[in-house]
């Protein structure tokens, strides 16, 4: 009589130590196209810099939909083009603005949106994680967005490669003209005081190496030393050959369930003593371009 | 008759929220020299790169006695003159090797340490900190470390900047000729897994803006890519002249409770909504050179 063996684990429990167990970058690189969801090309910037590099940038209109609608406004009228980068403070944020802040501004354009820093959870799906959160009651995903949570209300967590809108004192809260991106530990001291408009999906590397900025607060203490942008388009007004289709990870996936539980807790060899949890930053939601 | 009013608080208590709050960026600049100690030039290494950017880096002999001996050996027989950095990981880790990795060992160099990831507590002065932690029980300040704690045994958390030993698949622990730093959200799932040696008091906005390496696991590609280390020597055997004199707060001081009761709850006038607590390495231990 022959049986056969769902897993080996169940006879010797002792053997998944020693079997290979995927790292988070293997579960990734090995997880099926169902695991994966197309971000629609309405939802995408794409950044040009000067010197060649591409940044892509999800939106997130679900979160801030003024400020979003506004920056795609911007993008459009191509207000972005020959932008620049004009600070860089270590370990803190990248910021950067269009190319003529005294420009005309686009039809449409809400010159002083509301205070978009959190929304109700009603109408999103959401995951609750169950690791502690030093900055909020609870945290969890909520329609592929890491976000904190209080009561019935939710908001983005500021991680690395997170965009948001830059503002001057309250209750301004900016209108899209400057945005910046994290670029070291999460400044979550941020969450619900700043508007979040995106994540970068690709390209984080080339603004995460600018050189840092030597005046307050990490400006560019010259304008000489301002990096170039040279446009930002909405994927969607792309030609279909310049357009990059990007995918994100289900978070509703079994890879994605995967990924999660090794990033918490990493049992492949390199690793003696996994972790017995995860903070909410350090899970980032895998993306690729679709090839 | 008049008085003297020693706080208009007592008086006003509301007044304290009008009046201007001082940032952490503030308190740190406020701080009286006696919220300072300075640090031995015995533990510091002060690295000079090849485009002359000076990164310097205090020592952990705390926790990694045998590693941090290595590695100021290596320092005192010039071995990392001429070194490389090879690796850069976006948000992950910068890594650099010795000139040649053939070379002759100092005198006293232990090739295979133990395995120094975690130790006791008894010895260290500790003060808990009250906000949950993901990845440990409980986490604190260890001789003005910032440590996660299990029990009777403590481990330095990998936050930006912290500098720690690569090594090989286990039971390797590295022996110091590779080290390694954080440059973006805190990896601390290798707490406990590599020795700590050490973290950057200054400079690391050097090796933070280093072009990303495109090989696997960011390696740099090509080794004509890798970045020059011009030298690296222990402060102690600079001439005084060139012997930077670094200062960490000293975590019992009135000021660091300052600067981490505002770390936590930022009550300063940008901020519409403070936050009730913060990640152990979103509250970097202060540092500066005394002049």
């Known amino acids: 009589m022959r049986f056969f063996l769902p897993s080996l684990t169940l006879l010797f429990p002792g053997l998944a130590i020693a079997a290979a167990v995927p790292s988070p970058?293997?579960?990734?690189v090995q997880a099926p196209d169902s695991a994966w969801h197309d971000v629609s090309p309405e939802r995408l910037l794409v950044m040009k810099m000067g010197d060649g590099g591409r940044v892509v940038i999800e939106l997130a209109p679900e979160f801030a939909p003024v400020h979003v609608a506004n920056v795609v406004?911007?993008?459009?009228?191509?207000?972005?083009?020959?932008?620049?980068?004009?600070?860089?403070?270590?370990?803190?944020?990248?910021?950067?603005?269009?190319?003529?802040?005294?420009?005309?501004?686009?039809?449409?354009?809400?010159?002083?949106?509301?205070?978009?820093?959190?929304?109700?959870?009603?109408?999103?799906?959401?995951?609750?994680?169950?690791?502690?959160?030093?900055?909020?009651?609870?945290s969890g995903i909520a329609s592929g967005w890491l976000v904190g949570r209080e009561g019935e209300e939710i908001?983005?967590?500021?991680?690395?490669?997170?965009?948001?809108?830059?503002?001057?004192?309250?209750?301004?809260?900016?209108?899209?003209?400057?945005?910046?991106?994290?670029?070291?530990?999460?400044?979550?001291?941020?969450?619900?005081?700043?508007?979040?408009?995106?994540?970068?999906?690709?390209?984080?590397?080339?603004?995460?190496?600018?050189?840092?900025?030597?005046?307050?607060?990490?400006?560019?203490?010259?304008?000489?030393?301002?990096v170039t942008i040279e446009s930002v388009t909405l994927a969607a007004d792309l030609p279909a050959s310049l357009r990059p289709v990007m995918q994100v990870m289900r978070t509703d996936s079994p890879s994605f369930h995967d990924y999660l539980a090794a990033r918490a807790a990493r049992r492949d060899s390199f690793?003696?003593?996994?972790?017995?949890?995860?903070?909410?930053?350090?899970?980032?939601?895998?993306?690729?371009?679709?090839?």
């Open 25 to 28: 970058a293997e579960i990734v």
């Open 271 to 291: 690793f003696v003593r996994p972790a017995k949890g995860v903070a909410l930053c350090n899970m980032p939601v895998p993306a690729r371009e679709k090839k």
């Open 155 to 226: 908001w983005p967590a500021h991680c690395y490669g997170v965009v948001g809108v830059g503002r001057e004192m309250p209750p301004d809260t900016g209108d899209g003209r400057e945005l910046y991106v994290v670029n070291g530990e999460a400044p979550r001291q941020l969450d619900r005081n700043l508007a979040v408009v995106g994540r970068v999906l690709e390209g984080m590397e080339h603004l995460g190496a600018l050189p840092r900025g030597t005046g307050p607060l990490g400006f560019y203490a010259d304008p000489r030393q301002n």
């Open 73 to 138: 406004r911007l993008a459009r009228s191509h207000q972005w083009d020959r932008g620049a980068i004009i600070r860089v403070q270590d370990n803190y944020v990248v910021q950067w603005r269009v190319h003529d802040e005294a420009a005309p501004l686009p039809k449409g354009f809400v010159t002083q949106p509301a205070a978009e820093y959190e929304r109700p959870l009603a109408g999103l799906d959401y995951m609750t994680l169950p690791y502690p959160d030093p900055y909020a009651a609870q």
